[in-house]
């Protein structure tokens, strides 16, 4: 697991931001992988809105992120595996990766700045052999 400092409230909301990129940007990559009316990108759609639908609130993220707790932990506990490998794990594509000059710009062009707080900057580590698309 990946240890994060304590954050102001202004950075827990940078990495709430964050990590739904890192979750969404982990969904994008996975469905890549099949055939959007297969069975297996049905499940994967199935498993992000069941992470989505399960997230915590906006104020028990940025209160555990505030006093450093984990985060993961505030999703139910058969999903926590998989939310803390996605949030400590980069997005094999740089247009999903939240920490990729790519990602940066693409926002910028959309009209948001998109900076992250140093700790964040490359936070995370590259993915396994096999999940770049």
């Given amino acids: 697991m990946t240890e994060l400092p304590k954050m102001t409230e202004a950075q827990a909301y940078l990495y709430l931001d964050f990590v739904e990129w890192r979750l969404f940007g982990w969904n ?13 990108c049905k499940a994967m759609d199935k498993r992000f809105r069941d992470t989505i639908g399960a997230q915590p609130s906006v104020n028990a993220f940025v209160g555990a992120a505030m006093t450093g707790e ?5 999703w ?27 990602f940066a710009i693409g926002m910028s062009e959309g ?5 992250l707080p140093e700790f964040l900057v490359n936070h995370g580590c590259e993915p396994a052999e ?3 698309s």
Wanted: glycine residues 4%; proline residues 9%; negative net charge.
């Fill in 28 to 40: 994008t990559v996975d469905r890549m992988k099949h055939h959007p009316n297969s069975n297996a």
């Fill in 111 to 115: 009209g948001r700045d998109w900076v």
């Fill in 70 to 74: 984990p985060v993961h932990l505030l």
């Fill in 76 to 102: 139910p506990e058969h999903l926590q595996d998989e939310v803390e490998r996605q949030i400590n794990t980069k997005v094999p594509r740089a247009a999903s990766e939240p920490t990729s000059e790519e």
């Fill in 130 to 132: 096999g999940t770049a």
